[in-house]
């Protein structure tokens, strides 16, 4: 068997991290590197490496992660502006192998992306 991501031992409370939603599907908590005044990254449980593996069984709980954001933004007063993003595989900067979004908030975002 694999050994854990480090967002799987969040999710199973091996290592600390700063919690702010969770419900039954999926978790969100701060990034430890932020790149924005606020940067949230938000998780399904269930362990899907990233999108090349996702199943049509997950149709379901994508749609829920991003009603989950929309709540998280609420929550967080940043509902006029923010940007998901997700970094899917090597090329795309993608280190933790347990697909995530990240919520970015804050700051202007420049577009295109770098
Ligand atoms: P990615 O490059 O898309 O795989 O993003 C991984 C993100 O996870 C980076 O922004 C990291 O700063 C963040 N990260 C890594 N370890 C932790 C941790 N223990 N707690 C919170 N965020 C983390």
Same mark, same amino acid.
């Given at each position: 068997?694999?050994?854990?991501?480090?967002?799987?031992?969040?999710?199973?409370?091996?290592?600390?991290?700063?919690?702010?939603?969770?419900?039954?599907?999926?978790?969100?908590?701060?990034?430890? /590197?932020?790149?924005?005044?606020?940067?949230?990254?938000?998780?399904?449980?269930?362990?899907?490496? /990233?999108?090349e593996e996702l199943r049509e069984e997950d149709e379901a709980?994508?749609?829920?992660?991003?009603?989950?954001?929309?709540?998280?933004?609420?929550?967080?007063?940043?509902?006029?502006?923010?940007?998901?993003?997700? /970094? /899917?595989?090597?090329?795309?900067?993608?280190?933790?192998?347990?697909?995530?979004?990240?919520?970015?908030?804050?700051?202007?975002?420049?577009?295109?992306?770098?």
């Amino acid at each position: 068997m694999s050994p854990k991501t480090v967002f799987k031992k969040i999710i199973d409370r091996e290592i600390p991290a700063e919690i702010v939603y969770e419900d039954q599907e999926c978790l969100a908590f701060k990034d430890i /590197n932020p790149q924005a005044p606020i940067h949230v990254i938000v998780i399904p449980k269930k362990e899907i490496p /990233n999108l090349e593996e996702l199943r049509e069984e997950d149709e379901a709980l994508i749609g829920h992660l991003f009603i989950a954001m929309q709540r998280i933004a609420q929550q967080m007063g940043i509902s006029t502006g923010y940007r998901v993003v997700l /970094n /899917n595989g090597p090329d795309a900067g993608q280190e933790v192998m347990h697909m995530h979004f990240h919520l970015l908030a804050g700051r202007k975002f420049d577009w295109p992306p770098g």
